[in-house]
Antibody, heavy 118, light 108 residues
Framework: QVQLQESGPGLVKPSETLSLTCTVSGGSISTYYWTWIRQPPGKGLEWIGYIYYTGSTNYNPSLKSRVTISVDRSKNQFSLKLSSVTAADTAVYYC????????????WGQGTVVTVSS | DIQMTQSPSSLSASVGDRVTITCRASQSISRYLNWYQQKPGKAPKLLIYGASSLQSGVPSRFSGSGSGTDFTLTISSLQVEDFATYYCQQSYSTPPWTFGQGTKVEIK
């Protein structure tokens, strides 16, 4: 059964770059769309962007200028970089699988808390 | 972007109650509507996709309906484990894919 696990620093300084990695286990990263979604404390869910295993990407326009998502098929991992962070970027970050079979987010990582603070 | 609006934002109900949550899209999204359940400190879980299809392993007391702009999630007989926050999400056309603001189901 496919599982996703986020990893990366839990604390990032303002103006720096947030970097997270998601490791896919129990299945191949090939096929499917791999996405990042975040949830600020006490708030709702925001889709950040996706990468297809071929490397094609699509980002939320609200974050597009600061976001980069990449994939490493040899390691079965994909990564998120968010630059010039502020306190508004403090959130739980989830890596999530999107499938065209259901057109839905069907498998979620447990989430990782990232706090932006000096 | 397509805006998703859920109502109510929160509700109180008792075990055994029938519960209905509504989600409205700012434009027609056909049946590209999904529902998720999130418990405190946990990741969301897919319940319903394509407006009315039950995800594998989800109890049959959950059901979804609707098309176009108006959708509902119904829990036919609320169980203790169903107290959670529920989100709708549209997957119509190209991203950005957007979520409703959530509906918190609490114990009366």
């Amino acid at each position: 059964q496919v599982q996703l696990q986020e990893s990366g620093p839990g604390l990032v300084k303002p103006s720096e770059t947030l970097s997270l990695t998601c490791t896919v286990s129990g299945g191949s990263i090939s096929t499917y769309y791999w996405t990042w979604i975040r949830q600020p404390p006490g708030k709702g869910l925001e889709w950040i962007g996706y990468i297809y295993y071929t490397g094609s990407t699509n980002y939320n326009p609200s974050l597009k200028s600061r976001v980069t998502i990449s994939v490493d098929r040899s390691k079965n991992q994909f990564s998120l970089k968010l630059s010039s962070v502020t306190a508004a970027d403090t959130a739980v970050y989830y890596c999530v699988r999107w499938t065209v079979v259901t057109d839905a987010f069907d498998i979620w990582g447990q989430g990782t808390v990232v706090t932006v603070s000096s | 972007d397509i805006q998703m609006t859920q109502s109510p934002s929160s509700l109180s109900a008792s075990v055994g109650d029938r519960v209905t949550i509504t989600c409205r899209a700012s434009q027609s999204i056909s049946r590209y509507l999904n529902w998720y359940q999130q418990k405190p400190g946990k990741a969301p879980k897919l319940l319903i996709y394509g407006a009315s299809s039950l995800q594998s392993g989800v109890p049959s007391r959950f059901s979804g309906s609707g098309s176009g702009t108006d959708f509902t999630l119904t829990i036919s007989s609320l169980q203790v484990e169903d107290f959670a926050t529920y989100y709708c999400q549209q997957s119509y056309s190209t991203p950005p894919w957007t979520f409703g603001q959530g509906t918190k189901v609490e114990i009366k």
